[in-house]
Each structure stands twice: as structure tokens, then as C-alpha cells.
């Protein structure tokens, strides 16, 4: 089991930044591909970045170049830097932890933090 708490979020201007983080408890942390998601009021929620348990990330086209993801295994903790920021980046957002296992895929999610971004 995996609990993931967010953190970072609030109100900022168009063209500001923010830095969210996602701390994670239980065993096999490093064993996790994490990800970022977000969701609009009214809206699905969407993936915004993901690291995998070996580092790679990718990014929805949409923040790529203003987001970035990261992760320290040692605090078992995620990391969301947040620059440029637009008004269309309001949303909740979701920190996500997923392992695939022998017989099922493990997958945790956080309760959210959210981030509004005035113009």
C-alpha cells in the first residue's frame, strides 16, 4: 500500500510559478513509475508528466517545456516545477503512483492540491 499527500498549490499570476510535491509512504517507492494529472472543473483528468522508476519522463504536449517532473528516492518524494504558468493550467492536481506486478497493477492516487492561475 501507498499513501501520496500533494502539496505546492494556490493561487498565482499568469506567467508565475509553482513547485508541487508529492510524498509518498510505504515500501518499493523507487519501484514506481510516478505521474502528475490534473483536472479542470467539469473536465477528465488528464496526464501531465510521468517519470518512470528509472528516470525517463514525458510530458503532455501542452506543458512540455514549462513543466518539469522529478523525484528524490531517497525522500520518496515527486516533484512538479510549474513555470510559465497560464490561466488554462487551473486544475486539481493528482499525484499518481502505478507497479506493475506479478499478478496486478498496483495503483495509488493522492487526494489532490489545487492550483489556480489568474490573468
Known amino acids: 500500500q501507498v499513501e501520496l499527500v500533494e502539496s505546492g498549490g494556490g493561487l498565482v499570476q499568469a506567467g508565475g510559478s509553482l513547485r508541487l510535491s508529492c510524498a509518498a509512504s510505504?515500501?518499493?517507492?523507487?519501484?514506481?513509475?510516478m505521474g502528475w494529472y490534473r483536472q479542470p472543473p467539469g473536465k477528465q483528468r488528464e496526464l501531465v508528466a510521468g517519470?518512470?522508476?528509472?528516470?525517463?519522463?514525458n510530458y503532455s504536449n501542452s506543458v512540455k517545456g514549462r513543466f518539469t517532473i522529478s523525484r528524490d528516492n531517497a525522500e520518496n518524494t515527486v516533484y512538479l516545477q510549474m513555470n510559465s504558468l497560464k490561466p488554462e493550467d487551473t486544475a486539481v492536481y493528482y499525484c499518481n503512483a502505478i507497479r506493475v506486478g506479478v499478478y496486478q497493477v498496483y495503483n495509488y492516487w493522492g487526494r489532490g492540491t489545487q492550483v489556480t492561475v489568474s490573468s
Open positions: 517519470i518512470s522508476s528509472g528516470g525517463s519522463t
Open positions: 510505504g515500501r518499493a517507492f523507487s519501484g514506481y513509475s
